[in-house]
C-alpha cells in the first residue's frame, strides 16, 4: 500500500513559554490516537513547537483504512427460523442491519446454544477523505488557560493566525475559527518570511531557512552549547538550571546567547534578590566563578541571531540595573522596620474574608506550634525557641522585598531576623516552615522549622476545608494537597510518629476561635483527605495496592509508623507461610463482624483449652502491641498467633448453641480483631 507523510501546523500568537510542552505533548498524542482509533497504519510521530507553532510530522500515513472483516451475533436459531427452516421477522431484520441478505446468515454455536451470525467485509476509507475530522481535532486542544478572539467562540490558548495541513503534496480542506489550512507558514518573525511547505518532508529545513527553528530539543542544547562557549571564553560557570533553560527555549525560535554585565555595587545585595530579578524576572542565567561566588554578570537568550547583539546586551543591562536599583532601595528601606512593627502590619492584611487576617492565622499558627511541641516532648528551650519562630513567622510579608518579589518570602525573613539579632535556629525556621516549596523540594533540615511547618500547613488546610475551599479536581488555588503533602513529608522525614487524628483535632479546636466549624463532619473530611496522601506516598515507596489497603484500614496513627507496617506487610508477602498467616488472621476479623460492638471476654465461660491458648496468646501480643514500636516486632507476634488461631478453629464453633458462650466467643474475636486491625485489615490482603 502506498504511503504519504502527513504535517499539521498550528500558528498561533505567542503562546505562554510554560503551556507549550504540555500543549504539543497533547496535539501528539490526539494525532496517534486519532490514527490508531481509525484504523490507519502509520510510521513515527515528529512532535514540533515554537512560541508561535504547534506542529506534528507523521510519517509513511496509509493512503487507506485497513480492510476489516466483522461478524455480528444475531438471534438463537429457535427465534430466526421456524420449525420448517423459514427465517423469522428477527432474522430478516437482523440481515438488514447488516446490509446483507438472510442468504449471509450462519449459525454458531455459543455455550450449547446457537445464533444467527453474519460476517461483513468493510473496504476501508481513503485516508485523505477522512483527514478532514483533523478540524475537531484542532478545536478539541484543551489549555490552562484559554481566550476567545474577534467574532469566534472557540476559545484557545492564543488566536488562531494560519494552518498548514498536508497529507503529501495534497492540502487537507479544513477550516478553524475563520482560518483554512493551507500551504503557508510564517518565518522568524523578524528575519524571517511566509513560505510554502510543498512537502511535509520539507517542513523542518523549510523553516530553518527562515531563522526557524522548530525541534524545541535542537533548540535547547543550541542555547545549551551557546552558553558553554561563553563559560569558556570567559571562564565562568553558569549553574545549569534546566527549568529555566527550558522556558527560555520555549521564548525563542531563533536563539543567540549573549552577557551582559551590572554594577559590582550591587553585589552587596543577598544573593537570592540578584538570582530572582535575574531568573524569574528577566529569564536571565546567573554567572559564578569557580569557587561559587556571584559575577556582576548574566548571560540571556535573544530570539533572533548575532546582528547587533552588543545594543541588546546594553539595552538588558539597562533594564537588570533599573531593576537592581529599585531592590537596593527596597532592601535600605527593610532595615528601618522592626519585627515588632511589622507584626502589628499583619492585623490589617486579610488573609481570606471568611478566616480572618494575617494576625489571626500567626495566632493560630503560634497556638498549634505550642500543642505540637507538648505532643514531641520537647524540651523548655526547644518549646521557646519553636513558639519565637511560630511569633514572627509572616513578619517579611510586610516588606518591600517581599512585596516586590514574593518569591522571596521566607527567605528574606531569614535574613533580615538574624539582621534584627534574633536567634539562628529561629531565623533558619522562618524560611524553612514553607518548605517544601514545591514537589522537587526537601522537607525543613531544623526541628524548629519542621515543627512551626507543620503547624502552618496544618492551619492553611483546616481553615480552607473550614470555609468550603476544598479542592476538586485539577481545582487547587490554595494549594491544599502540596501542603497535605509536606505534611506527611514532614511528619514522615522527621520519625514523628504523633497520631494524624489527634493533630487534626488539636488544629480544629485552635480554629473553632476564628472560624465556624461543624467539627465531627469536618475531621472525616480532613481524614479522607490526608488518607489519599498517604496512599500516594505509598504508592511511590511500591507498596502493593491492596496492602496500601489494608493498611489504610488500620489506626491512622504516625506516618512513619503507616509506612513501616506496610513496609513489612510487602516484604513478607511472598514468604511462603505468609498466605497462612494472612488468612488465619483475615478469618478471625470476618466473623468478628457478627459481634456486639461493646463486649468482653469472660475467661470463666472458655471452655476448651484452644480457646483458653488464644486468649493467652492474645493477652501476651496486646502487651507487645503496647511495647513493641517496630511494625516487623508486631508482625511477628501476629505471625506466632497464627498457628493458635488455626487450632482454636479447628475444635472450636463459634456459633455455639448456648447464647453465653456464642456471645463470649464472639467477644474473643472481637477483641483480637480489633488488635489485628490495629496493624491492617488482614482480609483486604489477596493472597494465592
Not at 250 to 270: Q, R, S
Not at 596 to 624: F, P, R, S, T
Request: charged share 30%; net charge negative.
Amino acid at each position: 500500500m502506498n504511503k504519504r507523510d502527513l504535517l499539521l501546523e498550528i500558528g498561533l500568537e505567542e503562546m505562554p513559554a510554560r503551556f507549550i510542552h504540555g500543549s504539543i505533548q497533547q496535539l501528539e498524542e490526539k494525532i496517534r490516537n486519532w490514527l490508531d482509533e481509525n484504523g490507519i497504519e502509520h510510521g513515527r510521530l515528529y512532535p514540533f513547537s515554537t512560541p508561535r507553532r504547534l506542529a506534528v510530522l507523521v510519517k509513511d500515513v496509509a493512503e487507506a483504512q485497513q480492510d476489516t472483516e466483522e461478524e455480528a451475533k444475531g438471534p438463537a436459531k429457535k427465534i430466526a427460523q421456524d420449525e420448517n427452516g423459514n427465517w423469522s421477522k428477527a432474522a430478516l431484520g437482523f440481515s438488514r442491519s447488516q446490509g446483507m441478505s438472510p442468504d449471509d446468515i450462519y449459525f454458531k454455536e455459543i455455550k450449547g446454544v446457537e445464533y444467527a451470525h453474519i460476517k461483513r467485509f468493510i473496504k476501508g476509507e481513503k485516508t485523505i477523505d477522512l483527514l478532514a475530522q483533523l478540524q475537531k481535532l484542532v478545536e478539541g486542544m484543551h489549555f490552562p488557560n484559554s481566550m476567545k478572539w474577534g467574532s469566534h467562540q472557540l476559545r484557545y490558548i492564543r488566536p488562531i493566525r494560519w494552518l498548514v495541513a498536508l497529507f503529501g503534496n495534497e492540502v487537507i480542506p479544513f477550516t478553524v475559527a475563520g482560518v483554512s489550512a493551507g500551504t503557508m507558514t510564517k518565518g522568524h518573525r523578524f528575519l524571517g518570511k511566509d513560505i510554502s511547505i510543498n512537502h511535509p518532508e520539507d517542513y523542518e529545513k523549510a523553516l530553518k531557512s527562515q531563522f526557524v527553528i522548530v525541534n524545541e530539543e535542537t533548540r535547547k542544547q543550541k542555547i545549551a552549547a551557546q552558553i558553554a562557549d561563553l563559560e569558556k571564553e570567559n571562564g565562568w560557570v553558569v549553574p545549569a538550571e534546566n527549568d529555566l533553560l527550558e522556558e527560555v527555549t520555549n521564548l525563542v525560535e531563533y536563539p543567540a546567547a549573549f552577557y551582559g554585565k551590572f554594577d559590582e555595587k550591587f553585589l552587596a545585595l543577598p544573593e537570592e534578590v540578584l538570582i530572582t530579578s535575574m531568573k524569574t524576572h528577566q529569564r536571565y542565567f546567573p554567572v559564578k566563578d569557580s569557587k561559587g561566588n556571584l559575577l556582576p554578570y548574566f548571560v540571556s537568550v535573544r530570539n533572533g541571531d548575532k546582528s547587533h547583539i552588543d545594543t541588546v546586551a546594553k539595552g538588558n543591562e539597562k533594564v537588570l540595573r533599573a531593576r537592581l536599583a529599585d531592590a537596593e532601595f527596597f532592601f535600605e528601606e527593610d532595615q528601618k522596620l522592626e519585627i515588632q512593627d511589622a507584626l502589628k502590619k499583619l492585623e490589617s492584611i486579610i488573609y481570606h474574608e471568611k478566616i480572618g487576617t494575617l494576625a489571626q492565622k500567626v495566632n493560630r499558627v503560634q497556638k498549634i506550634t505550642q500543642q505540637l511541641s507538648s505532643l514531641l516532648g520537647l524540651s523548655e528551650d526547644e518549646k521557646q525557641l519553636a513558639d519565637r519562630a511560630a511569633e514572627i513567622c509572616k513578619f517579611d510579608l510586610v516588606t518591600n522585598m517581599v512585596d516586590e518579589f514574593p518569591e522571596l518570602q521566607g527567605v528574606m525573613g531569614e535574613k533580615y531576623a538574624l539582621q534584627k539579632g534574633e536567634n539562628e535556629e529561629v531565623a533558619k525556621a522562618v524560611n524553612e516552615h514553607y518548605k517544601p516549596r514545591h514537589a522537587q523540594d526537601g522537607i525543613p533540615e531544623s526541628l524548629t522549622g519542621a515543627i512551626v511547618g507543620v503547624a502552618d500547613k496544618m492551619d492553611t488546610i483546616v481553615t480552607a476545608f473550614a470555609v468550603g475551599l476544598i479542592p476538586t479536581g485539577s481545582h487547587d488555588p490554595y494549594a491544599l494537597r502540596r501542603n497535605a503533602t509536606g505534611v506527611v513529608n514532614i511528619l514522615k522525614g522527621m520519625n514523628w510518629n504523633i497520631s494524624l487524628e489527634e493533630l487534626l483535632h488539636c488544629v480544629i479546636e485552635i480554629t473553632k476561635e476564628d472560624v465556624n466549624i461543624e467539627t465531627a463532619e469536618l475531621t472525616e473530611s480532613l481524614i479522607q483527605f490526608f488518607k489519599l496522601r498517604i496512599k500516594h506516598l505509598l504508592q511511590e515507596e511500591n507498596i502493593r495496592y491492596d496492602i496500601i489497603e489494608a493498611v489504610m484500614g488500620g489506626e491512622l496513627n504516625g506516618i512513619p509508623d503507616i509506612i513501616g507496617r506496610a513496609g513489612t506487610l510487602d516484604e513478607h508477602k511472598d514468604e511462603g507461610d505468609f498466605k497462612e498467616t494472612i488468612e488465619s488472621l483475615a478469618r478471625v476479623m470476618n466473623i468478628a463482624r457478627k459481634a456486639e460492638d461493646d463486649c468482653e471476654v469472660n475467661a470463666a465461660l472458655l471452655e476448651n483449652k484452644e480457646e483458653k491458648q488464644l486468649y493467652q496468646e492474645y493477652q501476651k501480643v496486646l502487651n507487645i502491641f503496647k511495647s513493641e514500636n517496630n511494625p516487623e516486632g508486631r508482625f511477628t507476634a501476629l505471625k506466632n498467633l497464627s498457628p493458635v488461631i488455626s487450632a482454636y478453629f479447628d475444635h472450636t464453633m463459634v456459633m455455639a448453641e448456648d447464647g453465653k458462650i456464642r456471645k463470649n466467643r464472639l467477644a474473643q474475636m472481637k477483641k483480637l480483631s480489633d488488635l489485628i486491625g490495629s496493624f491492617a485489615m488482614m482480609n483486604e490482603i489477596q493472597v494465592k
